[in-house]
């Protein structure tokens, strides 16, 4: 029985835990905290108290299972191997079911459903951002920023959006010569409306390795933001328009560059359509076709080598938590950076440490996401590096606020931007020598 539909479904996960406490060690907010209702053994037996019936859920018992980034290091640091994520997105379902949806998380998930709204409603924000808030110079990178106040005495550095999404920069096909394979491109929310310069990227990219990609227009966002806020009749709409959209289209294999959108298109969407026999076989099958764009550089393709220039970057890599623990890719953007001439990767120590983003956690609880994400940017500070890379936007967003608030000059990156960028030094390089 899927997580999405009863929190009954849950209950061997319940059952397995021994209540040991491994959860309080790897657990960033109650590393803030230190209050027992933040680690997973605290919020199990709130999930206990909840099936007994000897408590009911309320409100406030919602808002204590949204205390939680769903960064999956409890999950691999318990030694029953108790999937606590698969706990909490049954719980906070469980809440939608009971006490609704709250109202500014319905208008938004309900947006996201009816594309072509949002897509106007982000254009009229594109246009009028500069109005309300404070743009800010950037010298690293020509994408405009703005700085937001949250409320907790601190700033939040985001992106602008984008004044042309890049769905609507690029053709539906890019087309190359030989082309190796068809790939199709799942944009998601981030990099289509935002960080348009990843999306550049992951075309440069795979474009120079001869590969013909595929940008369905008509995609939708991937559904993990109303997943993990427990609407799952959103989240369902968002994965049957996605994976029509694909099928429609038709490609060899699919990539993506952020990591919440590689786990949906893994495991999320299955989950969801497991009681649609026809939607849940489609789910399945783009499942096993679906890669992020360094698995699929490192094990598909491989991508070139030859052609790479000289980029001369000091770097440090921070492990998106839906990439590491959620997809189990560690060291394949490691690989890539490695490969790149002129690039020095310094580790920093933990690199796997939520940065504390966790989607709309940052909004609801900005207090403990800044909290989380100084100590990421404590440990990037010590590597002495000029870039940071990642491989999720939403990550970016939040390490480039941290680092920004620090007040030291670093540039944050996805992975794919490096490679892209080596592949363009290498082109002038080779102008320059004949």
Same mark, same amino acid.
């Given at each position: 029985?899927?997580?999405?539909?009863?929190?009954?479904?849950?209950?061997?996960?319940?059952r397995n835990c021994m209540k040991?406490?491994?959860?309080?060690?790897?657990?960033?907010?109650?590393?803030?905290?230190?209050?027992?209702?933040?680690?997973?053994?605290?919020?199990?037996?709130?999930?206990?108290?909840?099936? $007994?019936?000897?408590?009911?859920?309320?409100?406030?018992?919602?808002?204590?299972? $949204?205390?939680?980034?769903?960064?999956?290091?409890?999950?691999?640091?318990?030694?029953?191997?108790?999937?606590?994520?698969?706990?909490?997105?049954?719980?906070?379902?469980?809440?939608?079911?009971?006490?609704?949806?709250?109202?500014?998380?319905?208008?938004?998930?309900?947006?996201?459903?009816?594309?072509?709204?949002?897509?106007?409603?982000?254009?009229?924000?594109?246009?009028?951002?500069?109005?309300?808030?404070?743009?800010?110079?950037?010298?690293?990178s020509k994408l405009a920023r703005?700085?937001?106040?949250?409320?907790?005495?601190?700033?939040?550095?985001?992106?602008?959006?984008?004044?042309?999404?890049?769905?609507?920069?690029?053709?539906?096909?890019?087309?190359?010569?030989?082309?190796?394979?068809?790939?199709?491109?799942?944009?998601?929310?981030?990099?289509?409306?935002?960080?348009?310069?990843?999306?550049?990227?992951?075309?440069?990219?795979?474009?120079?390795?001869?590969?013909?990609?595929?940008?369905?227009?008509?995609?939708?966002?991937?559904?993990?933001?109303?997943?993990?806020?427990?609407?799952?009749?959103?989240?369902?709409?968002?994965?049957?328009?996605?994976?029509?959209?694909?099928?429609?289209?038709?490609?060899?294999?699919?990539?993506?560059a952020c990591s919440s959108g590689?786990?949906?298109?893994?495991?999320?969407?299955?989950?969801?359509?497991?009681?649609?026999?026809?939607?849940?076989?489609?789910?399945?099958?783009?499942?096993?076709?679906?890669?992020?764009?360094?698995?699929?550089?490192?094990?598909?393709?491989?991508?070139?080598?030859?052609?790479?220039?000289?980029?001369?970057?000091?770097?440090?890599?921070?492990?998106?938590?839906?990439?590491?623990?959620?997809?189990?890719?560690?060291?394949?953007?490691?690989?890539?950076?490695?490969?790149?001439?002129?690039?020095?990767?310094?580790?920093?120590?933990?690199?796997?440490?939520?940065?504390?983003?966790?989607?709309?956690?940052?909004?609801?609880?900005?207090?403990?996401?800044?909290?989380?994400?100084?100590?990421?940017?404590?440990?990037?500070?010590?590597?002495?590096?000029?870039?940071?890379?990642?491989?999720?936007?939403?990550?970016?967003?939040?390490?480039? $606020?941290?680092?920004?608030?620090?007040?030291?000059?670093?540039?944050?990156?996805?992975?794919?931007?490096?490679?892209?960028?080596?592949?363009?030094?290498?082109?002038?390089?080779?102008?320059? $020598?004949?």
């Amino acid at each position: 029985m899927s997580v999405y539909n009863s929190l009954d479904s849950i209950t061997e996960e319940l059952r397995n835990c021994m209540k040991c406490g491994n959860c309080q060690a790897v657990c960033p907010i109650y590393k803030e905290t230190r209050q027992e209702v933040a680690t997973a053994r605290g919020k199990i037996s709130l999930a206990e108290f909840i099936l $007994s019936g000897e408590i009911e859920m309320t409100a406030g018992m919602a808002d204590r299972f $949204s205390l939680c980034t769903t960064c999956m290091a409890c999950n691999t640091n318990c030694p029953c191997g108790v999937r606590f994520d698969k706990i909490i997105l049954a719980a906070r379902a469980e809440s939608v079911r009971k006490k609704g949806l709250h109202p500014v998380k319905k208008i938004a998930f309900t947006a996201l459903k009816m594309q072509r709204v949002f897509d106007f409603g982000m254009k009229a924000g594109s246009i009028f951002q500069g109005v309300a808030l404070k743009n800010i110079p950037n010298r690293h990178s020509k994408l405009a920023r703005m700085r937001v106040d949250i409320g907790i005495g601190k700033e939040k550095v985001f992106p602008m959006l984008s004044k042309k999404t890049l769905r609507s920069e690029f053709p539906e096909v890019i087309k190359v010569k030989n082309p190796k394979m068809r790939v199709g491109f799942f944009t998601g929310c981030m990099i289509n409306y935002f960080y348009t310069d990843i999306g550049r990227a992951v075309i440069e990219v795979l474009t120079e390795n001869d590969i013909e990609v595929v940008i369905p227009k008509f995609q939708a966002c991937c559904g993990i933001p109303a997943s993990v806020n427990g609407d799952v009749a959103s989240a369902r709409t968002l994965a049957k328009r996605n994976l029509r959209a694909f099928e429609k289209m038709g490609a060899d294999a699919l990539v993506v560059a952020c990591s919440s959108g590689g786990t949906a298109w893994k495991h999320v969407y299955g989950e969801l359509l497991e009681n649609d026999r026809e939607l849940k076989a489609l789910a399945d099958k783009w499942a096993k076709k679906s890669y992020d764009i360094s698995e699929f550089l490192i094990h598909q393709v491989p991508f070139k080598k030859e052609g790479l220039g000289r980029v001369a970057r000091k770097v440090t890599y921070h492990e998106p938590c839906h990439l590491n623990r959620g997809q189990g890719i560690s060291n394949e953007p490691r690989e890539i950076l490695k490969s790149i001439p002129g690039v020095e990767l310094i580790e920093m120590k933990e690199p796997g440490r939520c940065c504390g983003m966790a989607g709309s956690f940052s909004l609801v609880h900005p207090d403990l996401s800044v909290q989380i994400s100084d100590r990421k940017t404590a440990d990037i500070q010590t590597t002495n590096t000029d870039t940071v890379a990642t491989g999720c936007p939403a990550c970016r967003l939040q390490l480039q $606020s941290g680092v920004e608030n620090a007040g030291f000059d670093e540039e944050v990156l996805h992975t794919v931007q490096i490679l892209a960028e080596s592949y363009r030094v290498g082109k002038e390089e080779l102008k320059r $020598s004949k």
